[in-house]
């Protein structure tokens, strides 16, 4: 599954592994502000674009093909209102929402690919996002697979039989609610048992280095070029 | 010697009405190991959480010396260390490291302690490269061990494990029973599998509709409970007897 | 629908996320409560049950099938508080983890799912879940907590200057209204299957003043206008608001001098009234939210 691959990626032990995750978001949004706000799109603009991803890619060592293929399943959703545009006689449009979109997913694998969720959450409540919604992202994350892999088994056990009808799947989505529940019982029992007694402690507080500030630096100077020097020159 | 774990007359009713514990006369001492045996819905579990306080019921509890009450319960816990029967709902956290160093955190160890805890906790289940592991990556076994160093980790005198040894295989099943073997606290296993309860323990208690009724050395339990569980249960005698 | 990144004008997602934040925020303190030991990991585990389920499909007709969304669930089974946090941890792992939906439009697609989507699909429940009208009213919540979200994207996006012809603007909420009514038929079918497994597990929204009733009827109503309103993309009547409040004029100078590069095409008058249109319409939904909301706490169950 596509989430236990990504998380494959982000156990790597790269430069842009090794930095503060903050750094990252920051330069992430930074890029994605760059890339929205821009106002016209061209081949020269996706090359200009690209390269720092592609090289962000290379330098993380994550397999090139996997994260373009991966970025792309934006573009049906893009396609869809890219032809509109074009029916419209907007060109321009239509190809800036399939570039656009396309150049910011591949920027958010980046991250990601880059970054294991528990590192970015934590990084993200320094950034002030509020802890609880934080927690219950990572505990989201954390049963994604196993609630999954219980759904797959219960459409397979459904499917060796015949499949099943729409109140059957709508009670096997009942049972799903059911085992879900009390395993969120479960599992606050187990946080009790080890002293759970409300406010959850983080093992060790990130600390951002020189290197983390340098790169800051560096990535958002380049975000500025591309956006208001290099992207002027099409502009006009 | 004060027992370690003093148990008399729980009775304890579910919301639903049912009575789980009727009446319920136990004692653990330092250093011994006890299984505990009995049908499903025989009440082990319900018991077993009472040991530390997230059931409270009706009777005595007292581990360690403290009585298990509402505003006991932080240190009860402290002394008690519960590996649960489902390693999944044990293992909450994003990695190994993370959820080990659960227990230490809440006990008020500054992270470096923590972490030295954790680090040391794991090497003794042999789980020591799994540091940076997501936890659905690991097998049963492993997961069961993991979920063990968590309880290690905050150094408890008693360690309860509920049904420890399902879904591992048999080198599992060996891997777990090498680690506590070497743990010098006293334990208490419920269990269904009667090789690893023989392995351990030396005394056991069998409970069947939520009182004990039988507590006494293992091999003496079990040769009654292969061949006659009790006057109300059903059983096949196995071929050839 | 999650709408990805680069889709939006920059008044559009910036304004979104701006409006999302505190909302999320005062949610996230609503739902956590004093319970945050038992809070955590149901919310967490509920929003993994979503996306399992999104996996079960529901058989509708010859060789399609639908599933299950979940908003109207997640709000009739956690209340609108807790549900629009597991939304919005939802759409947030989507975001990140998935592509499934863009990070800059992370507040455009919280506002559109995690809060009037939630919001819309416990109203009719609230309302009406009490009584005789029960299956009913899980099916209105199902179908406007789907059409309400998707109005709202389409309505953004045609703000955004995102050239989508009438004709299928219409054909798209005609769509949306198809998964709307499956939506709604999925929670009924799903809230009463849960029932029978653990009639406990299923609040029943306490008994309704009459007065407050109409309130709440007329708050869905007014939602659900806006919704619409903002989908047709014609705020002509804000539009003569502007210019008469000399808005226009003045929301022109403060775009134009700092942030000159960003003009889209259809830029000038046209451009500035719809960005003022959107952003009033989407203040008079976070408003209508609030007091929504203010008011089903006042006289809610659990």
Redesign the interface.
Same mark, same amino acid.
């Given at each position: 599954m596509?989430?236990v691959e +990504?998380?494959r990626w982000s156990?790597g032990r790269s430069l842009l592994h090794a930095r503060d995750a903050r750094v990252k978001i920051l330069l !992430?949004?930074a890029y994605? *502000?760059a890339?929205?706000?821009s106002?016209r799109v061209s081949v020269a603009w996706l090359a200009v674009y690209g390269f720092p991803l592609l090289a962000a890619v290379l330098v993380a060592d994550l397999p090139v093909g996997a994260v373009l293929l991966?970025?792309a399943?934006?573009l049906p959703?893009?396609a869809a209102?890219a032809v509109?545009?074009v029916? *419209?006689g907007?060109s #321009? &449009?239509a190809a800036?929402?399939a570039?656009?979109?396309y150049?910011?997913?591949a920027a958010?694998?980046v +991250? =990601?690919g880059t970054t294991? +969720?528990?590192r970015?959450l934590r990084g993200l409540e320094r950034l002030r996002v509020?802890g609880? !919604?934080i927690?219950?992202?990572?505990?989201?994350?954390?049963?994604?697979?196993?609630?999954?892999e219980?759904? #797959?088994h219960?459409?397979l056990a459904a499917l060796c039989r015949g499949?099943?009808?729409? &109140?059957q *799947?709508?009670?096997?989505?009942?049972?799903?609610?059911?085992r879900?529940?009390d395993?969120?019982e479960?599992?606050? #029992? *187990? =946080?009790?048992? &080890?002293?759970?007694?409300?406010?959850?402690?983080?093992?060790?507080?990130a600390r951002a280095g020189w290197k983390d500030w340098l790169f800051l630096l560096a990535g958002l100077a380049l975000v500025a070029a591309l956006r208001f020097f290099l992207g002027g020159v099409w502009?006009r | 010697m004060e027992p370690l774990i003093k148990v008399r007359d729980l009775h304890f009713r579910y919301e639903d009405g049912t009575l789980a514990l009727d009446g319920v006369n136990f004692e653990l001492s330092a250093g011994e190991t006890v299984a505990l045996f009995g049908p499903n819905g025989s009440g082990k579990t319900t018991f077993v959480l009472h040991l530390n306080g997230l059931l409270l019921g009706q009777g005595e509890v007292t581990v360690g010396g403290l009585r298990v009450e509402k505003n006991n319960l932080g240190l009860v816990r402290r002394k008690v260390g519960l590996v649960f029967q489902d390693a999944d709902e044990q293992l909450f956290m994003p990695t190994v490291f993370e959820d080990v160093c659960f227990g230490p955190l809440n006990l008020g160890l500054s992270p470096p302690e923590a972490a030295a805890a954790a680090r040391h906790a794991l090497e003794q289940v042999g789980m020591g490269h799994a540091l940076e592991r997501a936890p659905y990556h690991l097998s049963a076994g492993e997961k069961r061990r993991v979920a063990l160093a968590g309880v290690l980790a905050m150094q408890p005198e008693i360690l309860v494990l509920d049904e420890p040894t399902t879904f591992l295989d048999p080198p599992g099943r060996r891997a777990l029973l090498e680690v506590l073997r070497g743990l010098p606290q006293a334990k208490l296993i419920v269990t269904h599998d009667v090789w690893f309860a023989r392995a351990l323990a030396r005394r056991a208690v069998f409970f069947e509709r939520g009182r004990i009724v039988r507590d006494g050395p293992v091999d003496e339990l079990l040769a009654r409970f292969h061949w006659n569980l009790s006057e109300s249960l059903d059983v096949v005698a196995p071929p050839g007897a | 629908m999650h709408i990805p990144d680069g889709f939006l004008s920059t008044a559009v997602w910036l304004g979104l996320d701006a409006a999302s934040l505190p909302a999320v925020g005062y949610l996230a303190r609503r739902a956590r409560g004093d319970l945050e030991a038992t809070r955590v990991p149901l919310l967490g585990v509920m929003g993994a049950f979503v996306f399992a389920a999104q996996m079960i499909n529901f058989p509708v007709g010859v060789g399609t099938s639908g599933h299950l969304v979940g908003g109207a669930l997640l709000a009739i089974m956690l209340g609108p508080a807790a549900a629009a946090v597991v939304m919005t941890a939802i759409l947030a792992i989507q975001a990140l983890v998935f592509q499934d939906g863009g990070v800059l439009a992370l507040g455009a697609n919280v506002v559109n799912m995690a809060l009037v989507g939630v919001l819309a699909g416990y109203v009719p429940y609230r309302l009406w879940g009490g009584a005789r009208y029960r299956d009913a009213a899980i099916f209105l919540g199902g179908f406007f907590s789907v059409l309400a979200g998707a109005a709202l994207a389409i309505g953004e996006l045609l703000i955004s200057g995102v050239r989508i012809p009438p004709a299928l603007v219409w054909v798209s909420l005609g769509l949306f209204s198809v998964t709307a009514a499956l939506e709604g038929a999925i929670t009924v079918a799903v809230v009463k299957g849960i029932e029978a497994l653990d009639p406990g597990l299923v609040r029943r929204p306490a008994a309704m003043r009459r007065a407050a009733a109409v309130i709440f009827a007329l708050a869905a109503v007014g939602l659900a206008a806006v919704g619409v309103w903002l989908a047709s993309g014609l705020p002509d009547g804000l539009e003569k608001l502007a210019q008469t409040l000399g808005l226009e004029a003045r929301a022109r100078r403060l775009y134009a001098t700092p942030l000159a590069d960003y003009r889209l095409p259809g830029s000038g008058a046209g451009w500035v009234s719809q960005a003022a249109a959107g952003i009033l319409g989407l203040a008079l939904i976070y408003l209508l939210c609030l007091a929504v909301g203010r008011m089903i706490s006042r006289r809610g169950s659990a």
């Amino acid at each position: 599954m596509h989430h236990v691959e +990504l998380d494959r990626w982000s156990r790597g032990r790269s430069l842009l592994h090794a930095r503060d995750a903050r750094v990252k978001i920051l330069l !992430l949004v930074a890029y994605l *502000a760059a890339v929205a706000t821009s106002p016209r799109v061209s081949v020269a603009w996706l090359a200009v674009y690209g390269f720092p991803l592609l090289a962000a890619v290379l330098v993380a060592d994550l397999p090139v093909g996997a994260v373009l293929l991966r970025a792309a399943v934006v573009l049906p959703f893009s396609a869809a209102f890219a032809v509109a545009s074009v029916v *419209a006689g907007d060109s #321009q &449009r239509a190809a800036a929402l399939a570039l656009k979109s396309y150049l910011s997913a591949a920027a958010v694998l980046v +991250l =990601m690919g880059t970054t294991p +969720l528990g590192r970015l959450l934590r990084g993200l409540e320094r950034l002030r996002v509020p802890g609880f !919604l934080i927690l219950v992202v990572q505990f989201l994350h954390r049963y994604l697979f196993v609630l999954s892999e219980q759904a #797959q088994h219960m459409r397979l056990a459904a499917l060796c039989r015949g499949g099943w009808s729409f &109140r059957q *799947a709508a009670g096997g989505v009942a049972v799903l609610f059911a085992r879900s529940y009390d395993r969120a019982e479960g599992i606050h #029992q *187990a =946080m009790l048992a &080890r002293g759970f007694a409300g406010r959850a402690a983080s093992p060790e507080p990130a600390r951002a280095g020189w290197k983390d500030w340098l790169f800051l630096l560096a990535g958002l100077a380049l975000v500025a070029a591309l956006r208001f020097f290099l992207g002027g020159v099409w502009s006009r | 010697m004060e027992p370690l774990i003093k148990v008399r007359d729980l009775h304890f009713r579910y919301e639903d009405g049912t009575l789980a514990l009727d009446g319920v006369n136990f004692e653990l001492s330092a250093g011994e190991t006890v299984a505990l045996f009995g049908p499903n819905g025989s009440g082990k579990t319900t018991f077993v959480l009472h040991l530390n306080g997230l059931l409270l019921g009706q009777g005595e509890v007292t581990v360690g010396g403290l009585r298990v009450e509402k505003n006991n319960l932080g240190l009860v816990r402290r002394k008690v260390g519960l590996v649960f029967q489902d390693a999944d709902e044990q293992l909450f956290m994003p990695t190994v490291f993370e959820d080990v160093c659960f227990g230490p955190l809440n006990l008020g160890l500054s992270p470096p302690e923590a972490a030295a805890a954790a680090r040391h906790a794991l090497e003794q289940v042999g789980m020591g490269h799994a540091l940076e592991r997501a936890p659905y990556h690991l097998s049963a076994g492993e997961k069961r061990r993991v979920a063990l160093a968590g309880v290690l980790a905050m150094q408890p005198e008693i360690l309860v494990l509920d049904e420890p040894t399902t879904f591992l295989d048999p080198p599992g099943r060996r891997a777990l029973l090498e680690v506590l073997r070497g743990l010098p606290q006293a334990k208490l296993i419920v269990t269904h599998d009667v090789w690893f309860a023989r392995a351990l323990a030396r005394r056991a208690v069998f409970f069947e509709r939520g009182r004990i009724v039988r507590d006494g050395p293992v091999d003496e339990l079990l040769a009654r409970f292969h061949w006659n569980l009790s006057e109300s249960l059903d059983v096949v005698a196995p071929p050839g007897a | 629908m999650h709408i990805p990144d680069g889709f939006l004008s920059t008044a559009v997602w910036l304004g979104l996320d701006a409006a999302s934040l505190p909302a999320v925020g005062y949610l996230a303190r609503r739902a956590r409560g004093d319970l945050e030991a038992t809070r955590v990991p149901l919310l967490g585990v509920m929003g993994a049950f979503v996306f399992a389920a999104q996996m079960i499909n529901f058989p509708v007709g010859v060789g399609t099938s639908g599933h299950l969304v979940g908003g109207a669930l997640l709000a009739i089974m956690l209340g609108p508080a807790a549900a629009a946090v597991v939304m919005t941890a939802i759409l947030a792992i989507q975001a990140l983890v998935f592509q499934d939906g863009g990070v800059l439009a992370l507040g455009a697609n919280v506002v559109n799912m995690a809060l009037v989507g939630v919001l819309a699909g416990y109203v009719p429940y609230r309302l009406w879940g009490g009584a005789r009208y029960r299956d009913a009213a899980i099916f209105l919540g199902g179908f406007f907590s789907v059409l309400a979200g998707a109005a709202l994207a389409i309505g953004e996006l045609l703000i955004s200057g995102v050239r989508i012809p009438p004709a299928l603007v219409w054909v798209s909420l005609g769509l949306f209204s198809v998964t709307a009514a499956l939506e709604g038929a999925i929670t009924v079918a799903v809230v009463k299957g849960i029932e029978a497994l653990d009639p406990g597990l299923v609040r029943r929204p306490a008994a309704m003043r009459r007065a407050a009733a109409v309130i709440f009827a007329l708050a869905a109503v007014g939602l659900a206008a806006v919704g619409v309103w903002l989908a047709s993309g014609l705020p002509d009547g804000l539009e003569k608001l502007a210019q008469t409040l000399g808005l226009e004029a003045r929301a022109r100078r403060l775009y134009a001098t700092p942030l000159a590069d960003y003009r889209l095409p259809g830029s000038g008058a046209g451009w500035v009234s719809q960005a003022a249109a959107g952003i009033l319409g989407l203040a008079l939904i976070y408003l209508l939210c609030l007091a929504v909301g203010r008011m089903i706490s006042r006289r809610g169950s659990a």
